[in-house]
């Protein structure tokens, strides 16, 4: 399994917006970019990390920071979660799994026994050069906005 290394550059990968529009990932050079990867929509620890980042979604844009939140759900999937909760932060769609591989996160699990592809999640925070500075892997939910919050103030 391949996966980004800090000092690469975003890559020239699309994700489906909930819209069913196509975004780049190399179209958010130029500004601070956090890319953030949660396993479903609509589970309590999904739903609490896309509620953080709205949460903070102001202070993101105060710093000059885009924010994008990925899982393999589909555009409509989004739409409803997004309408549920009302939430402000960004999600796109990666059904077909490339930017989740190309980023490492694309994973074996286990649960109860059973092994199955999912979802690990993890956030990556890129320079506005589109180089990546920080990554936080296998992350835990509670606190973890305000500690990428604080990385994108260190590199404001």
Same mark, same amino acid.
């Given at each position: 399994?391949? !996966?980004?290394?800090?000092? *690469? !550059?975003?890559?020239?990968?699309?994700?489906?917006?909930? =819209?069913?529009?196509? &975004?780049?990932?190399?179209?958010?050079?130029?500004?601070?970019?956090?890319?953030?990867?949660?396993?479903?929509?609509? !589970?309590?620890?999904? !739903?609490?990390?896309?509620?953080?980042?709205?949460?903070? #979604?102001?202070?993101?844009?105060?710093?000059?920071?885009?924010?994008?939140?990925?899982?393999? =759900? &589909?555009?409509?999937?989004?739409?409803?979660?997004?309408?549920?909760?009302?939430?402000?932060?960004?999600?796109?769609?990666?059904? =077909?799994?490339?930017?989740?591989?190309?980023?490492?996160?694309?994973?074996?699990? #286990?649960?109860?026994?059973? &092994?199955?592809?999912?979802?690990?999640?993890?956030?990556?925070?890129? =320079? *506005?050069?589109?180089?990546?500075?920080?990554?936080?892997?296998?992350?835990?939910?509670?606190?973890?906005?305000?500690?990428?919050?604080?990385?994108?103030?260190?590199?404001?």
């Amino acid at each position: 399994m391949t !996966t980004i290394e800090q000092g *690469a !550059t975003l890559p020239d990968l699309e994700l489906v917006l909930p =819209d069913g529009t196509r &975004t780049n990932l190399r179209a958010r050079i130029g500004r601070a970019f956090v890319l953030y990867f949660y396993p479903k929509d609509d !589970t309590s620890g999904c !739903t609490r990390e896309a509620q953080d980042f709205s949460a903070h #979604q102001a202070d993101f844009d105060a710093l000059g920071a885009d924010v994008l939140g990925v899982s393999r =759900d &589909t555009p409509a999937k989004h739409q409803k979660f997004i309408a549920k909760y009302d939430l402000s932060v960004p999600l796109a769609s990666d059904e =077909d799994a490339v930017v989740l591989e190309a980023f490492g996160v694309w994973v074996e699990k #286990q649960m109860y026994g059973k &092994t199955y592809m999912g979802i690990e999640r993890a956030t990556f925070l890129f =320079d *506005a050069k589109g180089v990546l500075v920080r990554a936080w892997r296998k992350v835990r939910v509670p606190g973890h906005v305000a500690e990428v919050l604080d990385a994108v103030r260190a590199i404001a």
